[in-house]
């Protein structure tokens, strides 16, 4: 089974995720199919760049059966609420 999750990144107490598609059977921070987005906890709040997810990659996967984590489910939202907005305003500039 195909599935999108986070898979941990960075330093000791600086965490860094990608979010990735992968075989269910793989570690956690094992080989992966796609690399779809990031998520860093660690930013400050002057850094936009905190999250970011390919939305149409996220919708493709689902589309041909991945299960998507419930974080990952909760960060695609947040960024579908919030970060398009704000990727739509840089992009016009």
Partial sequence: MVVVRLSRGGAKKRPFFNIVVTDKRNRRDGSFIERLGFYNPAA????????????????????????????????VRQYAGAGTADASATAAQ
């Avoid at 919708?59 to 960060?75: D, E, F, I, Y």
């Fill in 44 to 75: 400050s709040e002057k850094e936009k760049q905190s999250l970011r997810v390919d939305l149409a990659r996220v919708s493709h996967w689902k589309a041909q059966g991945a299960q998507v984590s419930p974080t990952v489910a909760r960060l």
